[in-house]
């Protein structure tokens, strides 16, 4: 089955340190996304990219990093420098343009020690 | 910065009941779509609207464009337990100088339904 794959589901961080959250997709879709969901805060865009080897920062990028070397991948890395990492976060892809409907993964909690 | 709002963040109803949430941009909208988030899931596209004043129904929901492509609104007919989630509203915002941002999602709408 076609679909979007996010792992692990659950990730435990402690202060200080960098963590790369995985995102792959067999669906064949250009472009790809990463969200950020806080309870009452709906979804914020981190980052996102439209095809390989490029990407746009979202609303809240700072703190994140990302890359796009392959059309299937787009990991996640969450920073030291994210001041407040603990959330859910949420991958999507859609085909070629950004307005397209999306397609979600399971998601990923990452929580700080 | 640019948003889409929506209202209300919690609905409580009794099961059988109507429902209703809005979505409200101060700008105009290329399109918007609605998604379905249900408790420890995530989004499930629902559907996309495109022109002014469309109105779709998929079996007790109906969704529903503005005249003017600036709101929006999902309907649920008879509210099912199976309806429990949160909903939530995504706009394109067109910009004033020509082309389209991405999706600008709304806050949601928590429903809780009480059998």
């Known amino acids: 089955d076609g679909g979007i794959t996010q792992s692990p589901k659950y990730l435990f961080r402690k202060e200080g340190q960098n963590v790369t959250l995985s995102c792959e997709q067999n669906l064949n879709h250009d472009a790809m996304y990463w969200y950020r969901q806080d309870p009452g805060q709906g979804l914020r865009l981190i980052y996102y990219s439209q095809i390989v080897n490029d990407f746009q920062k979202g609303d809240i990028a700072e703190g994140y990093s990302v890359s796009r070397e392959k059309k299937e991948s787009f990991p996640l890395t969450v920073t030291s420098a994210q001041k407040n990492p603990t959330a859910f976060y949420l991958c999507?892809?859609?085909?070629?343009?950004?307005?397209?409907?999306?397609?979600f993964g399971d998601g990923t909690r990452l929580s700080i020690l | 910065g640019q948003q889409v709002m929506q209202i209300p963040q919690y609905q409580h109803v009794q099961e059988g009941e109507d429902f209703t949430t809005y979505c409200n941009s101060s700008?105009?909208?290329?399109?918007i779509q609605w998604y379905k988030q249900r408790p420890g899931g995530h989004p499930v596209f629902l559907i996309q609207?495109?022109?002014?004043?469309e109105v779709k129904k998929q079996k007790r929901l109906t969704f529903q464009f503005g005249e003017a492509k600036k709101n929006s609104s999902l309907h649920i007919t008879a509210t099912q337990t199976t309806d429990v989630g949160t909903y939530f509203c995504?706009?394109?915002?067109?910009?004033?100088?020509?082309?389209?941002?991405?999706?600008?999602f709304g806050k949601g709408t928590h429903l809780i339904i009480q059998p």
């Open positions: 609207l495109v022109k002014s004043g």
């Open positions: 700008t105009t909208l290329s399109n």
């Open positions: 999507a892809s859609s085909i070629a343009q950004v307005n397209q409907p999306q397609h």
């Open positions: 995504a706009g394109v915002l067109l910009r004033t100088g020509g082309g389209a941002d991405g999706l600008t």
